[in-house]
């Protein structure tokens, strides 16, 4: 099986930087897209930026130009780093990996535990 584990959220004033780490350990054989997903209290989970393999990226537009995705593939981990926060940026984050494991045939999603990001005012 597949653990992702995420790390770096906590409480940051409005305006200030936080840097989101998520690490994938189990019996992998290939990771595909990495993503980061988003849940505000009493709101669905959303979207918000995803990069494959190679390094493309993709953003929802409310965090364009303030948060940046990256990858190591070396260490199986994907990066969120967060700028110019917003308290609408509060939310529990989670990572999200399409993993292909030893001996199977095809990829699946797999989602971390969810680390909470608060913005104060």
């Known amino acids: 099986q597949v653990q992702l584990v995420e790390s770096g959220g906590g409480l940051v004033q409005a305006g200030g930087s936080l840097r989101l780490s998520c690490a994938a350990s189990?019996?992998?054989?290939?990771?595909?897209?990495m993503g980061w997903y988003r849940q505000a209290p009493g709101k669905q989970r959303e979207f918000v930026a995803t990069i494959t393999s190679g390094g493309s990226t993709a953003y929802t537009d409310s965090v364009k130009g303030r948060f940046t995705i990256s990858r190591n593939n070396a260490k199986n981990t994907v990066y969120l780093q967060m700028s110019s926060l917003k308290p609408e940026d509060t939310a529990v984050y989670y990572c999200?990996?399409?993993?292909?494991?030893?001996?199977?045939?095809?990829?699946?999603?797999?989602w971390g535990q969810g680390t909470q990001v608060t913005v104060s005012s």
């Open positions: 999200t990996a399409k993993v292909r494991t030893m001996g199977a045939y095809f990829a699946r999603d797999y």
């Open positions: 189990g019996s992998i054989f290939r990771i595909n897209d």
